[in-house]
């Protein structure tokens, strides 16, 4: 073969080291600016050299990490300039594809919305009854469902691909926010009430104010 192709095997150990290396970059294990090196991410991940490095490639497609000029890898930096673009992106991105979603989704689009919905609060109030990492990586989880649950029938896979690219990379943010307790659950809960009433009676001004001030207040308070 001319091109060869990575096996399923190959896919889902590089999938499982992603998950790993992700989450330890969101929650702070893996801190902004630093260096990757294979061996010592082998060491404490696990996989083999080309499984390592297929796995940071892709994280550097999705903004996680940064391919630095020495053919190496650091995680990508996390500075105010850096949240305020990314916050940018996902208000532009999410507000495009809910739009979409509320002129194309039906009723099973509905349903889905209304079930991601009721799973993001009881996670929500696992969270608050059990705060760790554990719970805290569940909410995150809920929360991103939810979100791309309520874009899904845009009807671009691109579309939708970038808003889940720009909530991943936002994550670090969101979770340092929540470590520090500056997260209003009371009225975080309350808007989301009310942006998915807005979401099924296709009000699409209220819908789209509610979801960029959801995003502004995980963000930025």
Request: with cysteine; charged share 30%.
């Amino acid at each position: 073969m001319l091109f060869s192709r990575r096996s399923a095997e190959d896919e889902t150990v590089v999938a499982m080291l992603a998950s790993a290396i992700r989450r330890d970059i969101s929650f702070g294990v893996l801190h902004p600016d630093e260096k990757l090196k294979i061996e010592a991410l082998r060491q404490r991940y696990g996989g083999s050299n080309h499984s390592m490095r297929e796995t940071l490639r892709m994280l550097v497609s999705e903004g996680m990490v940064e391919a630095t000029n020495q053919r190496g890898f650091r995680v990508t930096s996390a500075t105010e300039d850096d949240l305020a673009d990314i916050l940018m992106m996902r208000i532009e991105v999410e507000k495009l594809a809910l739009e979409r979603a509320m002129k194309h989704g039906g009723v099973d689009w509905e349903a889905a919305v209304v079930a991601a919905h009721h799973q993001m609060i009881r996670a929500e109030d696992q969270l608050c009854q059990q705060p760790n990492d554990a719970t805290a990586l569940g909410w995150d989880e809920a929360c991103r469902s939810y979100l791309t649950t309520l874009i899904s029938a845009c009807r671009s896979p691109r579309l939708h691909e970038m808003v889940g690219r720009f909530y991943d990379q936002s994550r670090r943010f969101r979770l340092a926010r929540l470590r520090e307790g500056r997260i209003d659950f009371g009225t975080r809960r309350n808007r989301h009430e009310a942006l998915k009433s807005a979401v099924m009676e296709r009000d699409f001004a209220s819908a789209l104010r509610l979801l960029e001030e959801d995003t502004r207040a995980d963000l930025r308070g």
